[in-house]
């Protein structure tokens, strides 16, 4: 069984560059393997790095702007082409089965496998998935449109001597894209093992980030400070800013153990 696994698909915010795409990651946990947001060239960056879409059951989109979405299509079209029978589940909120079924309707409507959506309430913090060492949680954000990050955790039963089982929590990865600066959040994630916070714009860029409800590195590692995170991992850099060691250099002073998203990279949650 492995330790956990998050690969970064895609690091950048709304525009492409030449070395950013929209936001995706991969996470493993109890071997099991999930999807987190879905921007445009998802599936491509998966093919190269040999992630099977055999082992995806489940999906979970944060919000509906497109660069967390966009990349659905495609993937779910593709999969139909590959003759899949596995159902798989999309957890997201309602509006994304209203925009999505046309397409599916149109060009996936031959396709062997189901698509099990499962509509979320963005606002509030609750269970939404579950199984024997698996569970995620919503992280209600807050972002010009409704929003929520996810909190997953791995748990094991364990056998105590009077026939009894006590579950542990193993591992903990939080997934907070996109938001601005919100001590809210912290009491949901406090204690993460590993947490991914946006870090759109620098400090110079602060006001910005505040009309567009977007946060800055600073306020990615004070978030980190706050939860008492293992460690933080930032991304969904603006396209405004080429060098990413920049927003390194303004977050470390303030949350010593972080690290930069870059696409291809595996970390260990």
């Known amino acids: ?29 109890s071997d099991k393997a999930f999807l987190v947001d879905c921007g445009e060239g998802t599936l491509l ?28 299509i495609g993937l779910l079209t593709t999969l139909g082409m590959l003759k ?30 189901d698509i099990i959506f499962h509509p979320i309430n963005p606002r509030k913090h609750e269970v939404i998935f579950e199984d024997r060492t698996v569970s995620v949680e919503t992280i209600p954000l807050k972002h010009g449109v409704p929003t929520c990050g996810f909190l997953f955790k791995e748990t094991h039963s364990l056998k105590k001597e009077d026939g009894s089982f006590e579950h542990v929590t193993r591992k903990r990865f939080a997934y907070c894209a996109d938001t601005m600066y919100s001590e809210k959040i912290v009491p949901i ?63 470390k002073p303030v949350f010593e153990n972080t690290f930069l998203a870059e696409e291809n990279l595996t970390f260990e949650i």
């Open 1 to 29: 069984m492995n330790n956990g696994k998050l690969t970064i698909l895609g690091c950048g915010s709304a525009k492409p560059t030449k070395t950013t795409s929209p936001s995706a990651q991969w996470v493993e946990l």
């Open 45 to 72: 960056t998966m093919q190269k790095l040999g992630l099977h879409t055999g082992r995806l059951y489940n999906i979970f989109i944060s919000h509906l702007h497109g660069d967390h979405c966009f990349g659905l």
């Open 84 to 113: 899949r029978t596995q159902p798989m589940h999309i957890y997201a909120q309602p509006d994304l089965q209203k925009l999505l079924q046309p397409l599916l309707d149109y060009h996936a409507n031959d396709r062997l496998y």
């Open 189 to 251: 994630i406090e204690g993460v093992d590993t947490l991914y916070h946006e870090s759109t714009f620098l400090e110079s860029m602060a006001e910005r980030s505040k009309e567009v409800k977007h946060s800055t590195a600073a306020d990615a590692a004070k978030i980190a400070s706050l939860a008492k995170a293992g460690k933080l991992i930032i991304g969904h850099y603006s396209a405004r800013v080429e060098d990413h060691s920049l927003f390194l250099d303004e977050a």
